[in-house]
């Protein structure tokens, strides 16, 4: 297993939410993936990361959007804010993810969260000391953070870039790791 917890958002971050159909109740039924995304993650969990969605939204849809596009394997914790009852960047949403995974709050320092919105994936993200990685290439959300506190950690374009980005960061963490333990 890899050192690097992966916290990933869905809408715009693996889904393309322009493709989105909903039924009468608002459930999503059907979506298509963003170039690239799909591979990406199972890639990831090829490699050994240990993977939490953490997004908002019912379980409903994100049960119909990973099984349609044969990727709900891929998580081993989901933290969904239908079932929370709270969405990013309220801190339930970081941690119910940590608990579900078994993390500690010393684990923080070996969690990145992947999103695509300012202000509930990287202001959450930011707020509880985890590190931020902004996927920008969404037309829908303001990408200009407006104060310190929604500022990015890393920045990526497409998730055809994340694989890359996500190995230097575990190698950082490893390295720290051995640098304690000496």
Do not use: W
């Not at 979506?31 to 090829?46: F, H, M, Q, R």
């Not at 931020?132 to 890393?154: F, G, H």
């Amino acid at each position: 297993m890899k050192e690097l917890i992966i916290f990933i958002d869905s809408g715009d971050t693996l889904v393309d939410e322009s493709t989105e159909v909903r039924d009468e109740t608002g459930t999503v039924i059907h979506s298509e993936l963003i170039e690239g995304a799909g591979e990406t993650l199972v890639k990831l969990y090829d490699s050994g990361y240990t993977i939490a969605l953490v997004a908002d939204g019912t379980k409903a849809s994100f049960d119909n959007i990973y099984r349609e596009n044969g990727l709900d394997y891929c998580f081993s914790a989901k933290a969904i804010s239908g079932e929370l009852k709270h969405e990013k960047p309220s801190e339930v949403m970081f941690f119910h993810a940590m608990k579900s995974l078994g993390l500690k709050e010393s684990d923080k320092e070996r969690i990145v969260m992947i999103g695509n919105n300012i202000k509930r994936d990287i202001l959450g993200a930011n707020r509880i000391g985890i590190t931020s990685i902004l996927l920008s290439y969404s037309p829908r959300y303001v990408m200009q953070p407006e104060t310190e506190e929604e500022i990015p950690d890393y920045v990526i374009s497409s998730p055809l870039e994340l694989f890359g980005l996500i190995e230097q960061l575990n190698l950082q963490v490893k390295n720290k790791k051995i640098l304690k333990q000496h």
